[in-house]
């Protein structure tokens, strides 16, 4: 009537970009939970591997390690690690192969860190 033309938005329009957000907010709220699982999965890989070279350099400083496997835990400070040691025989009557395994989480879903070296007799 008066030079009226149409303007503003159809239901249709508002229903359609409503979506487009509610898909992008879903996207961009399970990017942000992978990256949180990452991080703390890169946390958790990082610490284990300090701890099992810890006890590496513990093994490696301490009198000649017997054959035989061993483990524990870390005491108050980490306590959701635990860990692992395999002592065996080698070809060498004074070199012996020591195993260290960290392992974190429930059980059924442990994930874990190894290290493998060999340990030489003090003479």
């Known amino acids: 009537m008066f030079g009226m033309t149409d303007a503003g938005f159809t239901l249709l329009e508002v229903m359609i970009a409503i979506v487009i957000i509610a898909t992008s907010f879903v996207t961009l709220l399970h990017t942000r939970n992978q990256s949180i699982t990452a991080a703390d999965y890169a946390k958790r890989t990082t610490v284990a591997t300090l701890l099992a070279s810890e006890r590496m350099s513990d093994i490696e400083n301490g009198d000649f390690p017997d054959t035989g496997q061993d483990s524990s835990n870390f005491g108050d400070l980490y306590p959701e690690y635990r860990w692992k040691t395999s002592v065996s025989d080698t070809a060498y009557d004074n070199i012996r192969e020591v195993k260290v395994e960290v392992l974190w989480g429930k059980e059924g879903s442990e994930r ?12």
């Open 112 to 123: 874990s860190v190894g290290m493998v070296n060999f340990v030489r007799k003090k003479e």
